[in-house]
């Protein structure tokens, strides 16, 4: 079955640098990968995704880049800001299927 | 928020027992999901219903059970409650698109004793 890998699983940033956020996958039939930010607390929230038709994708200040042929993906920040501070999951899934595959997360710190 | 809400938000029992935990949704999703989140593991897939009394097990069902008798309502159950499933639980839905886009409930924080 699938599996996801996430690194680093902590990134502590200063304000206004970039963080990125790198997953690996291992089913090569997977197409669809979303990411999701969770707040102390609160529940995990769809921030971005990507479908293996596109390389990159990109929302404001977060950006996400696909390569199918390594099988990994990453989350970008630029410009982060402390309230970007929260617990970042990627995971994956095949078309028409019924299960996303998570990764371990990563607890991302900004620092003013 | 998608419609979803969970009850109780908290709850704290005692080894043996069994407890219920209820997920909801207003806006008529075909898919429902239960996860368990815990610090090292993300989130892992307990069980999950593609329609009305039709459920399947994910990567770590034992000790759950599941029904789903109408739509809205998706019900994970914990026979006997144990230690090791002191966990915050969480309920998702998907829109049913051919990518799997799912959103969360605001989750149950579940303590056994």
């Known amino acids: 079955g699938e599996n996801v890998e996430q690194h680093p699983s902590t990134l502590s940033v200063q304000e206004g640098d970039s963080a990125v956020i790198k997953c690996t996958y291992s089913?090569?039939?997977?197409?669809?990968f979303p990411w999701y930010k969770q707040e102390l607390g609160k529940r995990p929230q769809l921030i971005i995704d990507?479908?293996?038709?596109?390389g990159e994708k990109k929302d404001q200040r977060i950006a996400v880049t696909l390569n199918k042929t390594a099988k990994h993906f990453s989350l970008h920040i630029t410009e982060t800001q402390p309230e970007d501070s929260a617990v970042y999951f990627c995971?994956?899934?095949?078309?028409?299927?019924?299960?996303?595959?998570f990764g371990t997360g990563t607890r991302l710190q900004v620092f003013p | 928020d998608a419609g979803i809400t969970q009850s109780p938000r908290h709850k704290v029992t005692e080894t043996g027992t069994p407890v219920t935990l209820r997920c909801h949704q207003t806006?008529?999703?075909?898919?429902m999901y239960w996860y368990r989140q815990d610090p090292g593991h993300g989130l892992r897939l307990i069980h999950y219903?593609?329609?009305?009394?039709?459920?399947d097990k994910g990567e770590v069902s034992d000790g759950y059970s599941v029904s789903r008798s109408k739509t809205e309502d998706f019900l994970l159950t914990l026979e006997s409650a144990t230690s090791s499933q002191t966990s915050v639980y969480f309920c998702?839905?998907?829109?049913?698109?051919?990518?799997?886009?799912?959103?969360f409930g605001p989750g149950t924080r579940l303590t056994v004793l």
């Open positions: 089913d090569s039939a997977s197409n669809y």
């Open positions: 995971a994956a899934s095949k078309e028409r299927t019924d299960k996303l595959i």
């Open positions: 998702a839905i998907s829109k049913g698109s051919s990518y799997n886009e799912q959103f």
């Open positions: 990507i479908r293996s038709n596109v």
């Open positions: 806006e008529n999703h075909r898919y």
């Open positions: 219903s593609y329609g009305v009394k039709d459920t």
